[in-house]
T-cell receptor, first 113, second 113 residues
């Protein structure tokens, strides 16, 4: 079945460091790919998305490119801030019209001043 | 614009007591609705989804049930809570089209004691 695998966390970085969180997927068909962010004690917020191969999603300085050849959707940011500390989830859309999302296990990012 | 409301934000319940969590969506009609659970330090597990009034699909066997009495209302219930039901419960909605994103509520932190 469809699945999403994220790199293990936690990831600890100093402010202004570069960030990469790896995400790979297994899917039949042509899913859309998403990154969600969860701040402490809150629900998930959509960070960015890509709907087809080679699409680049971007938001708030974060980027991710839909790589069909490597089945990857890695999240990147050139300079992280303390306020980026959160849990990041990679997800793909399931098949059919149910709108179900399949999530990775989440990666905790801690940015230190 | 669309909004999703979920309550209560936190709940502490004794083992064996009943549960009712409610979720409502505003600003859209005929949404797909979802209940996810997030166990401590883990990813999201889809519990139930609904594509219409009275239509409920269960993803995993468990001690919980869901109902959709109105188009934009989704309820998660249990007759007798177990310790293992503790977790962070998230309601979400999507437009129901293939490959579309989901939007999440703020979540309910349930602790069964």
């Amino acid at each position: 079945g469809d699945s999403v695998t994220q790199m293990e966390g936690p990831v600890t970085l100093s402010e202004e460091a570069c960030l990469t969180i790896n995400c790979t997927y297994t899917a039949t068909g042509y899913p859309s790919l998403f990154w969600y962010v969860q701040y402490p004690g809150e629900g998930l917020q959509l960070l960015l998305k890509a709907t087809k191969a080679d699409d680049k999603g971007s938001n708030k300085g974060f980027e991710a490119t839909y790589r069909k050849e490597t089945t990857s959707f890695h999240l990147e940011k050139g300079s992280v801030q303390v306020s980026d500390s959160a849990v990041y989830f990679c997800a793909l859309s399931g098949s059919g019209n149910t709108g179900k999302l399949i999530f990775g296990q989440g990666t905790t990012l801690q940015v230190k001043p | 614009s669309q909004t999703i409301h979920q309550w209560p934000a936190t709940l502490v319940q004794p083992v064996g007591s009943p549960l009712s969590l409610e979720c409502t969506v505003e600003g859209t009609s005929n949404p797909n609705l979802y209940w996810y659970r997030q166990a401590a330090g883990r990813g999201l597990q889809l519990l139930f989804y609904s594509v219409g009034i009275g239509q409920i699909s269960s993803e995993v066997p468990q001690n919980l049930s869901a109902s959709r009495p109105q188009d934009r209302q989704f309820i998660l219930s249990s007759k007798k809570l177990l310790l293992s039901d503790s977790g962070f419960y998230l309601c979400a909605w999507s437009a129901g089209r293939q490959n579309t994103e989901a939007f999440f509520g703020q979540g309910t932190r349930l602790t069964v004691v």
